[in-house]
């Protein structure tokens, strides 16, 4: 065996068995993503038709019997609407629970590896040579590297919908205070005087559970979801069967690795908020809140992620904790400081021209707007007055 990177194609199945190849990637990953991980993969062919799933796994032969995980590239097939009815390859695999279409690039071998994903795409007859990717970051060394990949073999890549992310990026010697106060500036004191009104109501208890521990929260946080507007509409996880297996699914599997957490809010003893993450590396991804629409007053979410914080600064932080918010939510309604910019992406793989998919993204962004316009003049008109 010559030493140097070959990517391999597999299924969710074989994949599930590179589990510890893949936790050791992401501990020397350049930017560490959960969704790529075998748990996220085996949960979303509870979704996504098992023959519509492309695993993407880069190795490195260091040795002529040896090879080790460089890089992993989780895509699915897919043709509707949303691609113009062309073929297309989707990252993530299930873009409404999931954060990142990131693949998960070893930071030693991070330009060697995109390039070998993205030549292995170009050379490949029997998949599409349009990527769709929802939920792009547009900064940090995985873009960098993956936009160099892209240059270097004439393919192209198109953004529409762009948003900003709320993450945290602690620094060494950061606690709450010192934290709160770099990132909310002049609001600091008064998101402090609304986190502590809330515990003159009563005892606030917080609660984290891992592991174990988490898949049995589980049910009390999809309860807590249901319980809401979500339940009514019949949008909660509790209400769509595929849905809650696969969460269901995703949770068990990610426990097994140590890499499910729930967080906790509860005033004397009755709960006001939940959070469900996942981790991989040294990175923590919220994935889900739900919240007690009765307490409102006490601005559950919010308090949620203070006492999130202040439990993550008196202990080890994660290197980034990624909220996950999607396009359309206010970033500043969250805590944390740093921002992401994000957007919906679209790669055309090798030399060409936009095709339908490009298209189809670009009729979406502009009808998006069109509509936020509409909206925005409907609002501003005068009571009483014909509206525009």
Known sequence: MS?????RRIGPAPYAELGPAFIELARHALEPNPHMA????????????????????????????????????????????????????????????????????DRDHAAEAARALMRYLLASRDLPHTLRLPLMPLDGPCHAAL?????????QISTYERWVRPVMVPQPGDDMERYLRRALGSGYKKRMQQFRAVARHGALTFR??????????????????????????????????????????????FAADD???????????????????????DRRHFLKIAYDEAQGRHSPGRTLTMAMLQADLAGTPPALFDSGAGEGVDAGTYVWGERREMASAIIRVGPGRPGLAQAAALSRMWLRRLREFVRSRSARAPSGRPRA
């Open 147 to 155: 936009a160099e990949a892209c240059r270097q073999t004439g393919s």
């Open 259 to 281: 890499a499910l957490q729930i967080d906790t809010l509860l005033l004397d003893g009755q709960v006001l908020a939940m959070g469900l993450l996942v981790e991989s590396g």
């Open 3 to 7: 030493t140097g990177i070959v990517v």
């Open 38 to 105: 075998p748990a996220a993969v085996t949960a979303a062919a509870l979704l996504v038709p098992e023959e519509d799933i492309v695993v993407l796994c880069a190795w490195f032969s260091e040795a002529l019997d040896f090879e080790r995980l460089v890089g992993v590239w989780a895509l699915r097939r897919e043709s509707g609407w949303r691609s113009g009815f062309a073929g297309t390859l989707v990252s993530p695999l299930v873009p409404l629970y999931e954060v990142s279409s990131l693949p998960v690039l």
């Open 208 to 253: 984290r559970s891992r592991g174990r521990a988490a898949v049995e929260a589980l049910d009390a946080f999809l309860a807590l979801e249901a319980s809401g507007w979500k339940g009514e509409a019949g949008t909660a996880i509790a209400c769509l069967p595929a849905d809650a297996a696969y969460i269901r699914r995703m949770a068990e599997l």
